[in-house]
């Protein structure tokens, strides 16, 4: 069974960083694209970053230029460097990954289970 684990979330003041890590684990034959997403208490789940197989990223505007999403091979594990924090970064931060497990044809997503991230003075 694949997993996807989180960590690096925590408490930080505005304009300080984070580090937030996510490895897959299980009968993975490959993985395609690996993203963060986060959700603010109220609000719907958000894309926040995206990188693919070959390091093409995608980022939302809200963290252009602050944040940095890396893999350091094509497989595993996942980072998102968090600079420059600010108050409304505050959420939970999931990873997600569309894999192709072991044995299988088709290219499945699958969620970590979340890291708490919560910038404040």
């Known amino acids: 069974q694949v997993q996807l684990v989180e960590s690096g979330g925590g408490l930080v003041q505005p304009g300080g960083s984070l580090r937030l890590s996510c490895a897959a684990s299980?009968?993975?034959?490959?993985?395609?694209?690996m993203g963060w997403h986060r959700q603010a208490p109220g609000k719907q789940r958000e894309l926040v970053a995206q990188?693919?197989?070959?390091?093409?990223?995608n980022y939302a505007d809200s963290v252009k230029g602050r944040f940095t999403i890396s893999r350091d091979n094509a497989k595993n594990p996942m980072f998102l460097q968090m600079n420059s924090l600010k108050p409304e970064d505050t959420a939970v931060y999931y990873c997600?990954?569309?894999?192709?497990?072991?044995?299988?044809?088709?290219?499945?997503?699958?969620w970590g289970q979340g890291t708490q991230v919560t910038v404040s003075s």
């Open positions: 997600n990954a569309n894999l192709l497990e072991s044995g299988k044809s088709y290219y499945t997503n699958h």
């Open positions: 299980g009968s993975i034959s490959s993985i395609n694209a």
């Open positions: 990188i693919t197989s070959h390091g093409t990223t």
